[in-house]
């Protein structure tokens, strides 16, 4: 049985990745930052697993981590992040930028115990640079960052034994993305899993739409 890490769960994309791995038969660890109220994710059927996680809290990464000290994680998919309103720049990009380098670190261990030793870092195509130096906003700007930081990190992360992707995974029907957006938590999940199910070493490393195609920096 292989087995799933979703970062971010409670509800949204990171929701309907847990609802789909659980339903193909994967074992799933999920996080939340309030497991003594899980909602939603605590009704998804299957072999489920919720653990409780604020992202930027070191503790917290530590106890996940030996919490799945005996685990292999096929996948991981860090998905938690913020949109920002109302937040200072310098905490979006802590969040953002910063905690998914903690957070994959911290269970690199159990994701090269695996057959798969996949990762995906949940990005966005507002982060996308294209080559130009201006402020893309708190969100773009600390999407950008984590692109960036990716691209330094994911020689490595090959050298170790992985297999590391961003994925943009669209303008999703979500409190993010509002209930005009195009694109269905269902049609979103189903693409990212597919992607990761289809990743290989000539897909490492690049920035992927939830369809699969490739998205320019």
């Excluded at 993010?176 to 999940?189: D, L, P, Q, T």
């Amino acid at each position: 049985m292989p087995t799933a890490a979703i970062i971010g769960a409670s509800r949204g994309i990171g929701l309907g990745l847990v609802e789909r791995y659980a339903s193909e038969g994967w074992r799933v660890h999920a996080t939340t930052r309030t497991p003594g109220r899980p909602g939603a994710l605590g009704e998804v059927a299957g072999d489920v697993h919720v653990h409780g996680l604020e992202v930027t809290d070191r503790p917290q990464q530590r106890a996940l981590r030996e919490a799945l000290e005996d685990e292999a994680v096929d996948v991981l998919i860090h998905n938690a992040g913020v949109y920002g309103r109302g937040m200072r720049a310098a905490t979006v990009n802590r969040i953002n930028a910063e905690a998914p380098f903690e957070v994959a670190e911290s269970l690199m261990a159990a994701v090269l115990r695996s057959d798969q030793r996949k990762i995906a870092l949940i990005t966005s195509m507002m982060g996308a640079r294209r080559g130009s130096t201006r402020s893309l906003g708190k969100y773009g700007d600390s999407k950008a960052a984590l692109n960036d930081r990716f691209r330094e990190i994911e020689g490595s992360w090959r050298e170790r034994g992985c297999l590391a992707v961003v994925i943009h995974p669209g303008w999703v029907r979500t409190d993010m993305g509002g209930r005009n957006a195009a694109v269905s938590v269902e049609e979103s999940a189903r693409g990212i899993c597919d992607l990761m199910a289809s990743l290989d070493e000539s897909g490492h490393g690049r920035f992927w739409t939830w369809e699969g195609r490739e998205h320019p920096w």
